[in-house]
């Protein structure tokens, strides 16, 4: 009987060692990649308060849905999360725009580019931001001119450092699409920023 | 080849111009960052009082039915039915009873013949 009561106890007290390193283990992944995540964020939305409810939204489902699954699926998971919440809002804000324009407003109904038309720094050419000697932001410029799936598959593959299998997974598509878009996206980006003869990215 | 040590090169320096944007963050940015993760964690503990709960409330059931179990009906001791279900097992088993029943019929029959019995029988008396 003892015997028995002291299994139970010790099996509790590894459930509850689990459930801490389980708690401490995605705090550490949360912390490893929050900044980067809301940098992404940031990049798309161009809105720093959207940019970081975004994330913390996405954090929230991760751990909310997602915390029982294997840590190594932690990180497609949660930029799969992010990367629909940041779609979700691209949406809204189209949505928005086209009413806008319905109504008089001034965005193109055709050509309207959420990314392209947010609020930026103050000029939207790769030539002069390069030159101002800001390469993240002549980087962001010529990313803002990528499709959105190129633009995805760069920031994850590059940005994030994922592997073609985990940037498949957050983009829910194949591996074959990742390394089409992510190699058409390379090529584009190198174009657009080393044709205006940048040096520091040649 | 060359062509391929050029992108190599052109996304190790994407790669580290990112990392320097990230590192510059503000503080004002990381410290929302910071209670973000800490309002994210927050989902773990209901989670395991869910937990918990989950455990609890049938256990909780079972020992209520187990409660009106003992109260309503009274219980009935292992010894009981033992004894109960040998002794029924006994009278349907036993061979000598229908024996024994055939070989007192002739006394039966006597006992019909006598006067005394056969008033009684007949509700005089």
């Known amino acids: 009987m003892e015997l028995a009561l002291s299994i139970a106890e010790r099996g509790a007290g ?93 965005a193109s109904e055709e050509e309207y580019d959420p990314i392209a038309e947010a609020p930026g720094a103050s000029s939207d050419d790769p030539l002069e931001r390069a030159t101002s000697g800001d390469a993240m932001q002549a980087l962001e410029q010529a990313l803002k001119k990528l499709p959105a799936r190129q633009r995805e598959a760069f920031m994850l593959r590059n940005f994030e450092g994922m592997d073609v299998a985990q940037t498949a997974a957050a983009m829910g598509c194949t591996e074959g699409s990742v390394k089409t878009h992510y190699s058409r996206a390379v090529h584009r980006l190198r174009e657009m920023l080393a044709e205006h003869g940048e040096e520091q990215w040649a | 080849m060359s062509d391929e040590k050029d992108v190599s090169a052109f996304e190790r320096k994407t790669k580290r111009v990112f990392d320097e944007s990230v590192a510059g963050l503000d503080a004002a940015t990381r410290s929302r960052l910071t ?66 029943l055939a070989e007192d019929l002739d006394f039966y029959g006597w006992l019909e013949e006598q006067p005394e019995f056969a008033d009684a029988g007949n509700g005089i008396g």
């Not at chain 2, 927050?42 to 909780?60: I, Y």
């Not at chain 2, 020992?63 to 006994?90: G, I, R, Y």
């Open chain 2, 35 to 100: 209670q973000a993760r800490y309002r994210a964690l927050e989902e773990l503990k209901p989670r395991r009082s869910r937990a918990w709960g989950f455990t609890l409330v049938p256990a909780g059931a079972l020992a209520a039915a187990l409660l009106v179990w003992f109260t309503v009906v009274p219980p009935t001791t292992d010894v009981d039915l033992d004894v109960a279900s040998l002794n029924d097992l006994e009278i349907l088993l036993a061979e000598e009873d229908l024996e024994m």
């Open chain 1, 14 to 106: 590894l459930d509850r060692e689990r459930a801490l390193d389980s708690g401490a283990e995605i705090e550490a992944f949360l912390r490893e990649v929050e900044a980067r995540a809301y940098r992404i964020a940031a990049m798309n939305i161009r809105d720093r308060d959207e940019a970081l409810d975004l994330v913390q939204d996405a954090m929230i489902r991760l751990v909310r849905s997602y915390s029982h699954r294997p840590s190594e699926e932690w990180r497609p998971l949660f930029y799969r999360i992010l990367k629909n919440r940041i779609r979700d809002e691209q949406r809204r804000r189209t949505v928005r725009s086209r009413v806008l324009s319905f109504f008089g407003g001034t």
